[in-house]
């Protein structure tokens, strides 16, 4: 049985169809540097220094983790528990987080987000993840942006929970001893309604001792709405350009529902919520502030091919510094033989009706002669 004519045209064009498709899989892209790869491996430098400066703070202090974690950056890793611990966290995304390469990424996103020297960028961070911190503060530092840092004090499991390496103590020796140039302008208790609530009364004095130590009086709201009308004047008149979270601080995520759905990365244009007990975050992107949210860390590494809970040697993220883009002559090469296929099937199908054009008439001359005989 023959196939029609527009069929067998059909398969044809999808048989070159699925050709091209692979030709262009297996030639048509090109894996190049990241544009600013260069500043991107700088911020990773200036990181991984900053990291090497927390280890010489803790053991100058005799401060040592509890954990087991053999990780290259095990100084940022925290204890299981302590008084100041606000809720659990996983040793494991501490571990990830610890990895001078989120400078790199923390570089790339801003570069997306068309931040560069001079942008003032808001950043709230809380205790639970200190690296991320370091490596967001090392990024901003090597664009040359101008900052407003607020941290919270109260940390997860295995974040800054060491009553004696709190965010602030961080902070303070990287300033004094390594040349980070910001300081936090504002710093809360951090726990629950960001009053310190839930943390027992010896976690809190500790965290006054702290204030009192690094020469910081810390800020206690009377609720959770003021902490957030408070966090929200101080980036407004600012006047930021893109705000960075790190960390789950109630304030800046909001106690709503949608709180834990905020999506991780960078934010361009997203619809926050409607609820009254939202946080900084949804308000400013209500008033189109773009923002990079950091929690679900291992999600975060992942998607940008960082290496996950990573041992003592930590694996190069080399994807994080490339881009894999189309080759500029596939277009064009597509375009003129998309037109070159359908110029051939409109020759094939001229063809094809000029030949049953011809078969037709052979056929009723053929009828006709007999007839006459």
Same mark, same amino acid.
């Given at each position: 049985?023959?196939?029609?004519?527009?069929?067998?045209?059909?398969?044809?064009?999808?048989?070159?169809?699925?050709?091209?498709?692979?030709?262009?899989?297996?030639?048509?892209?090109?894996?190049?540097?990241?544009?600013?790869?260069?500043?991107?491996?700088?911020?990773?430098?200036?990181?991984?220094?900053?990291?090497?400066?927390?280890?010489?703070?803790?053991?100058?202090?005799?401060?040592?983790?509890?954990?087991?974690? %053999?990780?290259?950056?095990?100084?940022?890793?925290?204890?299981?528990?302590?008084?100041?611990?606000?809720? *659990?966290?996983?040793?494991?995304?501490?571990?990830?987080?610890?990895?001078? @390469?989120?400078?790199?990424?923390?570089?790339? *996103?801003?570069?997306?987000?068309?931040? @560069?020297?001079?942008?003032?960028?808001?950043?709230?961070?809380?205790?639970?993840?200190?690296?991320?911190?370091?490596?967001?503060?090392?990024?901003?530092?090597?664009? @040359?942006?101008?900052?407003?840092?607020?941290?919270?004090?109260?940390?997860?499991?295995?974040?800054?929970?060491?009553?004696?390496?709190?965010?602030?103590?961080?902070?303070?020796?990287?300033?004094?001893?390594?040349?980070?140039?910001?300081?936090?302008?504002?710093?809360?208790?951090?726990?629950?309604?960001?009053?310190?609530?839930?943390?027992?009364?010896?976690?809190?004095?500790?965290?006054?001792?702290?204030?009192?130590?690094?020469?910081?009086?810390?800020?206690?709201?009377?609720?959770?709405?003021?902490?957030?009308?408070?966090?929200?004047?101080?980036?407004?008149?600012?006047?930021?350009?893109?705000?960075?979270?790190?960390?789950?601080?109630?304030?800046?995520?909001?106690?709503?529902?949608?709180?834990?759905?905020?999506?991780?990365?960078?934010?361009?244009?997203?619809?926050?919520?409607?609820?009254?007990?939202?946080?900084?975050?949804?308000?400013?992107?209500?008033?189109?502030?773009?923002?990079?949210?950091?929690?679900?860390?291992?999600?975060?590494?992942?998607?940008?091919?960082?290496?996950?809970?990573?041992?003592?040697?930590?694996?190069?993220?080399?994807?994080?510094?490339?881009?894999?883009? %189309?080759?500029?002559?596939?277009?064009?090469?597509?375009?003129?033989?998309?037109?070159?296929?359908?110029?051939?099937?409109?020759?094939?199908?001229?063809?094809?009706?000029?030949?049953?054009?011809?078969?037709?008439?052979?056929?009723?001359?053929?009828?006709?002669?007999?007839?006459?005989?």
């Amino acid at each position: 049985m023959t196939r029609p004519a527009s069929t067998r045209s059909l398969l044809f064009l999808l048989a070159i169809g699925i050709a091209v498709v692979a030709a262009i899989q297996a030639w048509g892209f090109r894996t190049t540097e990241y544009p600013d790869s260069a500043r991107m491996r700088e911020a990773a430098a200036l990181c991984a220094s900053w990291f090497d400066a927390v280890a010489e703070f803790k053991q100058a202090n005799r401060i040592e983790s509890d954990s087991r974690s %053999i990780t290259r950056y095990r100084a940022l890793i925290g204890d299981d528990y302590t008084p100041i611990t606000t809720t *659990l966290g996983a040793l494991d995304a501490k571990e990830t987080a610890a990895n001078p @390469d989120f400078a790199a990424l923390v570089v790339r *996103l801003m570069a997306e987000a068309k931040v @560069d020297s001079g942008s003032t960028v808001g950043v709230i961070l809380s205790g639970s993840f200190p690296s991320l911190g370091i490596a967001t503060l090392a990024a901003l530092q090597t664009v @040359d942006c101008k900052v407003v840092l607020i941290s919270s004090l109260g940390a997860s499991s295995f974040g800054a929970n060491q009553p004696n390496a709190t965010w602030i103590d961080l902070e303070q020796w990287l300033q004094r001893q390594a040349g980070l140039k910001y300081r936090s302008s504002l710093v809360t208790f951090g726990a629950e309604n960001d009053r310190g609530e839930g943390i027992q009364e010896e976690g809190y004095l500790l965290l006054e001792q702290a204030g009192a130590r690094c020469g910081i009086a810390l800020y206690r709201p009377e609720s959770l709405k003021q902490s957030i009308q408070k966090k929200i004047e101080l980036l407004r008149d600012a006047q930021i350009s893109l705000l960075i979270n790190i960390g789950g601080n109630e304030a800046a995520i909001g106690k709503c529902a949608d709180a834990v759905s905020i999506p991780n990365g960078l934010q361009m244009h997203w619809l926050g919520c409607d609820h009254t007990d939202k946080g900084v975050i949804s308000y400013l992107a209500d008033k189109k502030t773009p923002f990079i949210h950091m929690l679900n860390i291992k999600s975060l590494a992942q998607q940008y091919g960082i290496p996950i809970e990573p041992g003592p040697s930590i694996p190069a993220a080399t994807d994080l510094y490339q881009q894999r883009t %189309i080759h500029p002559a596939i277009p064009s090469v597509a375009l003129v033989g998309m037109i070159g296929l359908l110029v051939s099937n409109r020759v094939r199908q001229k063809r094809t009706v000029r030949a049953n054009s011809a078969q037709s008439q052979s056929k009723m001359l053929q009828e006709n002669g007999a007839i006459g005989r």
